[in-house]
Each structure stands twice: as C-alpha cells, then as structure tokens.
C-alpha cells in the first residue's frame, strides 16, 4: 500500500476556545450579558432563557426567532412601504401596523447581544496564554501544516484563536484567508481587506500552492464586518479594531458596518448567506469529494446539523474513515465520555459504534497524528 499523503483537515469548536480561557463560553457570555440588562429588557431576556433557570440551548433557539422576527419585520416593512403595498393597504383597507418601531427595539437587542459577544471575547487571545495552556496543540498544528502537501483549517469560533495560532507558527506567506488589501475604510486611515476569494484564485492559483493553509470562518469572526454602503464583507486587522474601537465606532456613529457573524439557532439557514456560504460550500465540496486525508475535530459539540452532515459525508466518501479521523474533547469521567460518544454517534447517523481510537479525551494538548484515510475508488459502471 501506498503511502497516504498528509492533507489535513482541522475542524475547531467552541472547546478549544475554552481551553484556553473558560471566558469564551457562550454560557458565561451569555450570563454576563444578561445580569447587565436592566428593567424590560432584561425581563424580556429572561423569558426568552427560560426565566430564572439559565437554558442556554433554550436561549439559541428563542434567539434565532428573535432574529427571524426581525428579518421579516424589515422584509414586509419594506413591502408596505413599496407602491405595491400602499396599493395592498389601500385596496384591503388595512391600516399601516407601523412596524418601524417594533423593528428598531428587536434590532437594539439582537445589537446588544452581539456587541456583547464580541466585547467580552475581544482582548482574551494573547500569545504569553498561548504558549502556557495550548503549548502542545500548537507544536502539533505546526508539524503537521509545515509537513502536509495542503492543509485546512475550518473553525466555528468568533475568536481570533486560529489566526494567532497561524501567523505565530506558520506564517503570513503561507495562509490564505480569502481577503485581499483594499486601502482605507472610508473617512479614516484604518487599513482594510475586502473578502474576495476571486482576487485570491488570480493571486495563488485554483488550488493555490502546496504550502498554502487556508483559514475559513464558518460562523464569521470578530475582524470580519459586513459593509452595507458596498455590499461588501471586509477584514479588519484586530490590533486596528481594538486601537481604534470600531465596535463602538459602529454603534455611536453609525457607521454602515455590521459584525459578519452567526448566533443563535437558527445556523443550517445562515450558512447559505454570504459570506457563510462560500465556507461552508468549501466545506461540503472537499468533504463529499474526500479531498483531505486526516479529520482532525477539536473542541466542538456535535450540535450543529449542517456541520454534522458535512462530516457524515465525508466519512462515507472514504475507505476506513477511523484511520483517519480523531475527535479531541477534554471528559474526565467514563460516564461523560461514554455519553458523549453516544451523542456523535447520534449526531452523525452512525449505525456502527465509533472505534475508541477516534477519541481522545485528555484534551487539546494531547492530540496525536493518525495514518489517514482514502478516498473510495469510483464504482465500475
């Protein structure tokens, strides 16, 4: 047999965040959040999570209406304030709701929310944090991208954690995250970087070069922001968001920014929205086509259905997939461990256990290599 050629994929969750600093739990995030409501608005948060009983897994799913409800209050606001709706009004008698208003406080809630996020969150990557809590993982990382023919790295977090992690180890030259310069953001002199994968094929190639890492963010970051005045998604770099406060910038002077992220439940519909979808379409396509070799998943709770499916594919696509696959967690208890087992099993539609050799459960600085698996020969017609 031949040997496997090492192109890895790594698949980072909420857990690795954690490992690093349990600040970035969006439990934690989300208490904290909370107790500095006050008055209505922390009552209407409260009902939303369950009342005095913190369900945070309640929470996502009520904040994803939230966010529902606030799509569809834009969309028919727009409607009835088209031609076509006066017309509508008119010819059913029907009197104007006037929604802005409603419109206005569900958007200065879901705002509070996601400025609370990213604040708290904002800050807590640092390399001296880095190098004592995650030391043996980045040793990892590095050998196996500087070794590899091609490597990816998909990650679910807001945090910056894996472009620290990257620029530290592996370097600018050799990582792509799909943005390109592309001067000033307008009135200032802070630096930006349109995301243009287009701009990115021209530069290094349809499958870039050998070396070059690719970074994707499947729920979008702290330094991604959607630009409304360009329909566009631009990159800052973080040193110039936390010296400039753009996210204050954003909401005291209302600048035509909106941080690119998604919360809440409602994640299987947002990832086909841009620039989600062009991720989570790389995502699909190398994992149906089993175009890398090792499955590195690390921290990440089973949780999300669009990502399981993307998973599920790919084990299918390959020849022995637990060669190639390793799922690090960080459970201390057999009870834990087994139940946890249990819920990928489940989560991936798994009819056969998943052999114990795919787990490791000593956390993130443990993480080993594996041989790697294959992809399937094509069927004969």
């Known amino acids: ?19 690093l600093s349990h600040e970035f739990a969006l439990r934690n995030i989300t208490e904290k959040f909370i107790k500095g409501l006050q008055g209505d608005e922390r009552a209407f948060f409260h009902e939303l999570c369950g009342k005095e009983n913190l369900n945070f897994e309640d929470f996502e799913s009520n904040f994803a209406q939230l966010e529902a409800a606030y799509s569809s209050l834009v969309k028919y606001r727009t409607f009835i304030e088209s031609e076509t709706g006066v017309f509508f009004l008119n010819k059913f008698h029907l ?46 990382l590095k050998s196996q991208l500087n070794e590899c023919e091609k490597g990816f790295i998909f990650t679910l977090n807001y945090d910056l954690l894996a472009e620290a992690i990257l620029l530290e180890e592996i370097g600018t030259e050799r990582i792509t995250d799909f943005c390109s310069p592309s001067g000033h953001f307008k009135g200032s ?42 329909n566009k998604t631009i990159k800052f770099k973080n040193d110039d968001i936390l010296t400039n406060g753009i996210y204050k910038k954003i909401e005291d002077e209302k600048w035509t920014l909106y941080p690119a992220i998604i919360t809440g439940g ?25 175009k890398f070799t090792k499955f590195y998943i690390v921290g990440y709770s089973f949780r999300d259905e669009h990502i399981n499916d993307l998973i ?12 190639g696959l390793l799922i690090v967690d960080f459970k201390t208890d057999e009870l834990s461990q087994k139940n946890f087992k249990l819920l990928v099993k489940k989560s991936l539609k798994l009819l056969k256990e998943i052999p114990e050799t795919c787990f490791e459960f000593r956390g993130v600085n443990l993480i080993h290599d594996v041989i790697g698996a294959v992809k399937k020969p094509k069927k004969k017609k």
């Open 312 to 323: 599920k594919r790919w084990i299918s696509a390959v020849v022995d997939y637990q060669n």
């Open 1 to 19: 047999m031949s040997e496997i050629v090492s192109r890895p994929l790594f698949l980072f969750g909420n857990g690795l965040s954690i490992a």
């Open 95 to 140: 009197t104007n709701p006037n929604l802005k208003q409603h419109e206005e406080v569900i958007k200065s809630l879901y705002d509070k929310y996601i400025f609370q996020i990213l604040s708290l969150i904002q800050g807590n990557v640092t390399k001296a944090g880095i190098a004592e809590k995650l030391n043996g993982f980045t040793t990892f």
């Open 266 to 290: 409602g994640k299987s519909l947002k990832v086909t929205e841009y620039p989600f979808e062009f991720y989570y379409r790389n995502l699909k396509d190398i994992s149906t086509y089993a």
């Open 189 to 230: 002199d802070i630096s930006k970087y349109d995301f243009d994968p287009a701009m990115n094929d021209e530069k290094f190639g349809e499958d870039y070069n050998k070396e070059k890492v690719e970074l994707h963010h499947l729920h979008g970051s702290l330094s991604l922001f959607y630009d409304h005045s360009r």
